[in-house]
């Protein structure tokens, strides 16, 4: 879980960490967060949209929780279809 789990948090973290807006990526094993700087509820179904499952949790934190038996090109596809999501809400409000 924690190399599955790391793996995931080390793609998000290359894409998006640094990024204005990104408080952090962390995570335990395969609970896996994304924390913004203001909340992002509407990324749920953005996410749904893009064959994600995702919750926010505490108004800003995108929460992944993914299965353990992933391949390596599973993880991967979840790093490419969250990190496009993040940027998109990222700069629509940047744009506001």
Known sequence: AARVGRTIMDGLGAALGG????????GMGMMIGLELDEPCGELVK?????GLVIN???D???RIM???????????????RLVPLAKAFLDKRAAA
């Open 66 to 80: 993914p299965p353990l038996v992933m391949s390596e090109a599973e993880r991967a596809e979840v790093v490419r």
């Open 60 to 62: 800003k934190v995108v």
């Open 19 to 26: 990024a204005k807006g990104v408080t952090e990526v962390r």
């Open 56 to 58: 926010v949790t505490a």
């Open 46 to 50: 953005a996410g749904l949209d893009a």
